[in-house]
T-cell receptor
């Protein structure tokens, strides 16, 4: 297992278009997290899944954002009608159970640029 | 409302000396504090953590200190090496959140010069 994999690494899209990102977590990890990081800021929590259930969503996750994790394996994050303010690094992370003080494993991220 | 703050955007240290990275938080409802390191074009990597009931945790060259009365934690790297050059994020785990959500600071870019 090579860790958390995210695709694509980079995405440039025109304002108003829809985009979808994919995250493949570490295979035995039942929890999966999405974060967003903008320039000069730390990662901000968006949502998390335990197996296939989406258990928490941040207020940052507007109606244009939707995340799924079918069958509790990979996850997708879709942004509809993209806006320039959506330009950011989207990070996925996974853990086995509640990470508490153990942290979790992040992928390398998908950098979205909306032009 | 920034609950976790890293007020120094950057820090430059000579190789072999101590690096001290600081982090402040604004409420007491965190049970763990964590430090992550991030290289360019990579995701953050977990480095070290400390429970809110401890005041120090050490792992090799890395030591984290927690001062609960001041709501302040720091990461000490001794001795600093050029490979330590990266962005360091502190993060806090809310007691009320069992899902594993973390609240991150803005990051401090450490540069270790040979």
């Amino acid at each position: 297992d090579t860790g958390v994999s995210q695709n694509p690494r980079h995405k440039i899209t025109k304002r108003g278009q829809n985009v979808t990102f994919r995250c493949d977590p570490i295979s035995e990890h039942n929890r999966l997290y999405w974060y967003r990081q903008t320039l000069g800021q730390g990662p901000e929590f968006l949502t998390y899944f335990q197996n296939e259930a989406q258990l928490e969503k941040s207020r940052l996750l507007s109606d244009r954002f939707s995340a799924e994790r079918p069958k509790g394996s990979f996850s997708t994050l879709e942004i509809q009608r993209t806006e320039q303010g959506d330009s950011a690094m989207y990070l996925c992370a996974s853990s086995l159970g509640s990470p508490r003080g153990l942290g979790y494993t992040f992928g390398s991220g998908t950098r979205l640029t909306v032009v | 409302d920034q609950q976790v703050k890293q007020n120094s955007p950057s820090l430059s240290v000579q190789e072999g000396r101590i690096s001290i990275l600081n982090c402040d938080y604004t409420n007491s409802m965190f049970d763990y504090f964590l430090w992550y390191k991030k290289y360019p074009a990579e995701g953050p990597t977990f480095l070290i953590s400390i429970s809110s009931i401890k005041d120090k945790n050490e792992d090799g060259r890395f030591t984290v200190f927690l001062n609960k009365s001041a709501k302040h934690l720091s990461l000490h790297i001794v001795p600093s090496q050029p490979g330590d050059s990266a962005v360091y994020f502190c993060a806090a785990s809310p007691i009320y959140n069992q899902g594993g959500k973390l609240i991150f600071g803005q990051g401090t870019e450490l540069s270790v010069k040979p």
